[in-house]
T-cell receptor
Framework: GEDVEQSLFLSVREGDSSVINCTYTDSSSTYLYWYKQEPGAGLQLLTYIFSNMDMKQDQRLTVLLNKKDKHLSLRIADTQTGDSAIYFCAERKNFGNEKLTFGTGTRLTIIP | GAVVSQHPSRVICKSGTSVKIECRSL??????MFWYRQFPKQSLMLMATSNEGSKATYEQGVEKDKFLINHASLTLSTLTVTSAHPEDSSFYICSARNSLRVGTDTQYFGPGTRLTVL
């Protein structure tokens, strides 16, 4: 199966909070990332969290990491139309390995 | 901030031709760059790791003679799709790691190149 899994779709009303979930399988992962991809564009790094952290907040973005359950989430507060995109989580295995393994991506749709 | 460019952004070619895609780190040095391939509505799949001054490391299942990678300088890596066929049509994205920035080893992504082979 996939190393990193995400739900494919999420619809949220404008102004509400969006929560995008991600599960991974490798407990040795060091860094976990969230990227945003708008249509026809590359990936924009939104935020990242180190594996020894439980939470990281950056303006409207909050990342929660449950290392025991290997579960990562991204919460976007006050979701706006400009947040419509595909969101990818990615894990980096260990310090000696620079490769990223990406999740399947979650397409976030904002309902006016 | 760290900017990565790709050229061209879009290319359409005939089957059998070769196509070169450039990836440049504009404001930082990158000893390591990565090439990904993304099929429609799918995730990114790492194709190869490009190392400045040495041979690229290819992922399992990626033909190195088909996808030629050259990383001749600290700011430029090229991917050449040789003898392209319709099944090579895809979105190719590169990323670059800032050699001088320690800690997160964050990869910065280019905007992607959409290749269509007729």
């Amino acid at each position: 199966g996939e190393d990193v899994e995400q739900s494919l779709f999420l619809s949220v009303r404008e102004g509400d909070s969006s929560v995008i979930n991600c599960t991974y399988t490798d407990s040795s992962s060091t860094y976990l990332y969230w990227y945003k991809q708008e249509p026809g564009a590359g990936l924009q790094l939104l935020t990242y969290i180190f594996s020894n952290m439980d939470m990281k907040q950056d303006q409207r973005l909050t990342v929660l990491l449950n290392k025991k359950d290997k579960h990562l989430s991204l919460r976007i507060a006050d979701t706006q139309t400009g947040d419509s995109a595909i969101y990818f989580c990615a894990e980096r295995k260990n310090f000696g390995n620079e490769k990223l393994t990406f999740g399947t991506g979650t397409r976030l749709t904002i309902i006016p | 901030g760290a900017v990565v460019s790709q050229h061209p952004s879009r290319v359409i070619c005939k089957s059998g031709t070769s196509v070169k895609i450039e990836c440049r780190s504009l404001d930082f040095q990158a000893t390591t760059m990565f090439w990904y391939r993304q099929f429609p509505k799918q995730s990114l799949m790492l194709m190869a790791t490009s190392n400045e001054g040495s041979k690229a490391t290819y992922e399992q299942g990626v033909e190195k003679d088909k996808f030629l990678i050259n990383h001749a300088s600290l700011t430029l890596s090229t991917l050449t799709v040789t003898s392209a066929h319709p099944e090579d049509s895809s979105f190719y994205i590169c990323s670059a790691r800032n050699s001088l920035r320690v800690g997160t080893d964050t990869q910065y992504f280019g905007p992607g190149t959409r290749l269509t082979v007729l």
